[in-house]
């Protein structure tokens, strides 16, 4: 059973131009979820999706950030017009259920972000 | 809104040392509260799990303890190996996130 599956591990991008992330949850499960990791800063909460549906974005920078879990397909984050304060590490977590007593939540191994 | 505190934020053991990881937080309404271990580089590994009706949760050489009263955890971590440094991440889990403590950066060393 595979892990989290992000890609790529490893993304440069300039100023302005346009930053996909990828995120494959781990077999069977439904919920997605997508945290930052700026340079020597803790990880911080992005957004929470279920199939086809965003359930919590509060932690969204209002602008160029979007997040999608397509029916069919990974989960995808979209950073457009990127800005060198855009860098970091960027991980997908996975679990079966929404957030529970019993959810674990698994990581993949992140993507960096570097923007020049 | 939730706070995680974790101290020390970095500490230095030889190998064979006993220790203990300290974890703080704010708001005792939580679902659980996972132990990440995260290597420089990469991904984060969970190690435990305590659920917020549980006390305890033991893996091999670590245990993990929870008294949502105090809002506290620790991590111990018995006889210490050089492969168990990394920085150790506490996170509590809410309706729909977890919200992380800045870290706690072990160094194990020979």
């Known amino acids: 059973n595979a892990g989290v599956m992000q890609n790529p591990r490893h993304l440069v991008r300039r100023r302005g131009q346009e930053a996909r992330l990828r995120c494959s949850p781990m077999?069977?499960?439904?919920?997605v979820y997508w945290y930052r990791q700026l340079p020597e800063e803790g990880l911080k909460f992005m957004v929470y999706l279920q199939k086809e549906n965003i359930i919590d974005e509060s932690g969204m920078p209002k602008e160029r950030f979007s997040a999608e879990f397509p029916k069919e397909g990974p989960s995808i984050l979209r950073i457009q017009q990127v800005v060198r304060g855009d860098s970091a590490a960027y991980f997908c977590a996975s679990s079966p259920t929404g957030q529970g007593q019993n959810t674990e939540a698994f990581f993949g191994q992140g993507t960096r972000l570097t923007v020049v | 809104k939730q706070e995680v505190t974790q101290i020390p934020a970095a500490l230095s053991v030889p190998e064979g040392e006993n220790l203990v990881l300290n974890c703080s937080f704010t708001d005792s309404a939580i679902y659980n509260l996972q132990w990440f271990r995260q290597d420089p580089g990469k991904g984060l590994t969970s190690l435990l799990l305590i659920q917020s009706s549980q006390r305890e949760q033991t893996s091999g050489r670590l245990n993990a303890s929870l008294d949502k009263s105090s809002g506290r955890s620790t991590l111990y971590i018995a006889a210490s190996q050089p492969g168990d440094s990394a920085t150790y991440l506490c996170a509590l889990s809410t309706a729909s996130k977890l919200t992380f403590g800045t870290g706690t950066r072990l160094q194990v060393t020979l």
């Open positions: 077999k069977g499960h439904s919920h």
